[in-house]
């Protein structure tokens, strides 16, 4: 088995900083891209930013410049730093990641089970 577990959501005001944290465990073989993706009340999951195994990253326009994306290859594991935080921003977070299992010669996506973000005054 292989498993996603986040940490590190809550309630922030406006303005305020998160990091949310993201480790793989169990039968993993290797990780190849992870990512965070949201999903607000009545909306669609969305993606908000990507990295790659050799740390390429890629965001959504709407978190430019005030999230970072970030990950530590050696404790599988990675991270979403959130500066300047939006009311819009509040939503289910969920990390995302590609990876290979000791069980299967192929990669495949993992999901976490999401963590909420509030961003409220």
């Known amino acids: 088995q292989v498993q996603l577990v986040e940490s590190g959501g809550g309630l922030v005001q406006p303005g305020g900083s998160l990091r949310l944290s993201c480790a793989a465990s169990?039968?993993?073989?290797?990780?190849?891209?992870m990512g965070w993706y949201r999903q607000a009340p009545g909306k669609q999951r969305e993606l908000v930013a990507t990295?790659?195994?050799?740390?390429?990253?890629n965001y959504v326009d709407s978190v430019k410049g005030r999230f970072t994306i970030s990950r530590d290859n050696a404790k599988n594991t990675v991270y979403l730093q959130m500066n300047s935080l939006k009311p819009e921003d509040t939503a289910v977070y969920y990390c995302?990641?590609?990876?290979?299992?000791?069980?299967?010669?192929?990669?495949?996506?993992?999901w976490g089970q999401g963590t909420q973000v509030t961003v409220s005054s």
């Open positions: 995302n990641a590609d990876i290979r299992s000791t069980f299967r010669n192929y990669y495949r996506p993992y």
């Open positions: 169990g039968m993993l073989s290797s990780i190849n891209d």
């Open positions: 990295i790659t195994s050799n740390g390429s990253t």
